[in-house]
Every structure is written in C-alpha cells, then in structure tokens.
Nanobody
C-alpha cells in the first residue's frame, strides 16, 4: 500500500496562489498515476487534475484549466498542485489519490473517475475569500 499526506492548504484571497503537496510513503510513487480531487460543502467530489506515472501527460478539469498545474517529483515521492488565479468557487477540501498504473484501461481514458483510484490522502482545506 501507499500512504498519501496532503499539505499546503490555507486561506487566500481571490486571485492569489497556493501550492498543494502530496507526500507518499510505501511503494515508489512512480508505480502510480496520481490525481487531485476536491469536494466543496454540500457538493460531490470532483476531478481536478491527473498526471501519468512518468509525468509525461497531465489532465486538468475545464474549470481549472489554465489556472492549475499538476506536477510530480518521483525522486521526492511528491505530487504537487500549483493553483493560481484562485476563485471563491475553488474553496474545497482537496484530496490526492494514487492509481496503480499496471493493467486495465489506459489512464488517459479514466483519469477523471474517482473509483479508479486505489489510495487517498486525508485532504487539505483550501479557502478562497472574495
């Protein structure tokens, strides 16, 4: 198993930036595709961004495209979500998740589906004030 711990959340004003980190322990992070999801109060959890095990391909939800960037450093066993131009609508608990890369439908066809991910972090709160 892999354990994931998010950090970097906080309170920012609209237009500001935050960088979330997800530190992994256990098996090497390079064995997994990684994703970020978020859940706002009263709303369902939604896909934010995903990245392949090699870091060669990234996927971003339309709602954050151009503002958020997912990246990873497998040597540091860490995945990042750089969030710029934050909006109040971005307020949510942000979760990182790990998807075992081997087998099944290619990640490019399933990165947005939360049920495809095998392990989840505890979440970190992001609050954007207006």
């Amino acid at each position: 198993q892999v354990q994931l711990v998010e950090s970097g959340g906080g309170l920012v004003q609209a237009g500001g930036s935050l960088r979330l980190s997800c530190a992994a322990s256990g098996p090497t992070l390079s064995s997994y595709n990684m994703g970020w999801f978020r859940q706002a109060p009263g709303k369902e959890r939604e896909f934010v961004a995903g990245i392949t095990w090699s870091g060669g391909r990234q996927f971003h939800a339309d709602s954050v495209k151009g503002r958020f960037t997912i990246s990873r450093d497998n040597a540091k066993k860490t995945v990042y979500l750089q969030m710029n131009s934050l909006k109040p609508e971005d307020t949510a608990v942000y979760y990182c998740a790990a998807d075992l890369a081997a087998g099944g439908v290619p990640y490019s066809g399933r990165y947005y589906r939360e049920l495809e991910y095998d392990y989840w972090g505890q979440g970190t709160q992001v609050t954007v004030s207006s």
